[in-house]
């Protein structure tokens, strides 16, 4: 298949027209005067990778703690319909038996993938987190900083934990983040941090940031905090939920601009409310009220989200964040840091040909993934 005439965010995120040549599962060229036999026109339309949701409880009734094949597939489905071709369902802090039967049911749909977005692996927000910025986490469910019981959990899965979280601050953690960094990425998340702390985190190991702003230490001009931290150290990347809800659309513009192009990552942070009418929800065994797309507990706390990867895109143009660094943010940031940029995140030759095609005005048109289109809009196919 040869995608003809588009405008193609090349291997460094510039906007350039371009035909693409795919082969099978991967992209073999990109170039210009590309021809075949199975020739799609993509005149006037934009061409991205694929988009890649490192932090996603659920979506459309489905959460990753049900421990299920079946939620999985149900999220790996309605992901492609936003765009999003590569996916880290994330567990809750819940108990020990619910996040081993949550990597057993993910590890089996990688074994064994069900259509649509693929499964890179998991994202552990809980159980190592604190007690005192647990957000809507199950505080009966909190544990200490543990690095034999997180080897042991990495090791009972086959080694699919991609991000681990943790509060630096909590008893154990140091050695707890010099030991997962040799497996995965170690996230900061849900803690109380100060500079300093956060600070030295970062020099052990922890190289992500789970929200940024949300469940951590703000900003202050005397006391930088968590979010201060993150600022002053170009070794971490932060995700950050783009919704204009969880962060006022200043305080993102600002965001972007300090952390630069290549430390902001987009995530959704969705629950099982995702991509369903307003209503009574759950997450991690604690009941959710939906109402306007906010997700809460009974006492107001944010309970995750009800947005996804495409319509944050959407906003955070609106916003004012350029195009490009939009983008890398949903794509090849997000790619590396779950240590999977190799393959995917980027449209370059050799890579897995998952791609999203838009229309002018940034209507999701086309999905791609793994070569296959499993999404088609185009008014003229």
């Known amino acids: 298949m040869i995608l003809k005439n588009a405008k193609v965010f090349d291997e460094n995120f510039n906007l350039q027209r371009a035909d693409i040549q795919i082969e099978k599962d991967k992209i073999e060229e990109v170039g210009h005067g590309l021809s075949g036999e199975d020739e799609l026109d993509l005149s006037g339309c934009i061409v991205s990778p694929g988009f890649v949701d490192i932090h996603i409880h659920g979506c459309v009734g489905a959460d990753t703690c049900d421990g299920t094949r079946e939620a999985l597939s149900k999220m790996a489905s309605h992901l492609i319909e936003k765009g999003v071709t590569s996916f880290c369902p994330t567990t809750m802090t819940v108990s020990l038996p619910e996040i081993r039967k949550a990597l057993s049911a993910v590890r089996d749909c990688m074994d064994n993938p069900p259509q649509g977005a693929t499964i890179l692996g998991v994202n552990m927000e809980g159980p190592y987190i604190?007690?005192?910025?647990?957000?809507?986490?199950?505080?009966?469910?909190?544990?200490?900083?543990?690095?034999?019981?997180f080897r042991r959990l990495y090791d009972e899965c086959g080694g699919i934990i991609r991000f681990v979280n943790v509060a630096p601050e909590q008893d154990g953690a140091d050695d707890f983040i010099r030991e997962a960094k040799e497996y995965c990425c170690v996230s900061m998340a849900h803690t109380d941090a100060d500079y300093d702390q956060a600070?030295?985190?970062?020099?052990?190991?922890?190289?992500?940031?789970t929200h940024l702003f949300n469940a951590m230490n703000g900003l202050n001009h005397r006391a930088p905090g968590a979010v201060g931290a993150v600022f002053d150290d170009d070794t971490v990347s932060a995700e950050i939920i783009c919704d204009g809800f969880h962060i006022h659309p200043a305080v993102l513009r600002t965001a972007f601009r300090l952390l630069g192009e290549n430390r902001t990552v987009v995530i959704s942070d969705s629950m099982r409310a995702a991509g369903l009418p307003d209503g009574v929800s759950e997450l991690g065994g604690q009941t959710v009220y939906v109402k306007d797309g906010r997700a809460h507990l009974a006492?107001?706390?944010?309970?995750?989200?009800?947005?996804?990867?495409?319509?944050?895109?959407?906003?955070l143009v609106r916003f004012g964040v350029p195009l490009?660094?939009?983008?890398?943010?949903?794509?090849?940031n997000p790619a590396r840091e779950a240590r999977a940029d190799r393959e995917i995140g980027s449209i370059a030759p050799g890579k897995?040909?998952?791609?999203?095609?838009?229309?002018e005005e940034l209507n999701l048109k086309m999905v791609i993934a793994k070569g296959k289109i499993l999404l088609d809009r185009r008014c003229n196919r």
């Open 299 to 315: 006492d107001g706390t944010i309970a995750g989200s009800t947005t996804n990867l495409y319509d944050e895109v959407r906003k």
């Open 130 to 149: 604190s007690p005192n910025r647990k957000g809507a986490q199950s505080e009966e469910f909190v544990r200490r900083p543990d690095a034999a019981e």
């Open 352 to 359: 897995i040909a998952d791609l999203n095609v838009f229309d």
């Open 199 to 209: 600070k030295r985190a970062f020099g052990l190991g922890i190289t992500h940031v």
């Open 324 to 332: 490009r660094q939009v983008i890398r943010s949903v794509t090849i």
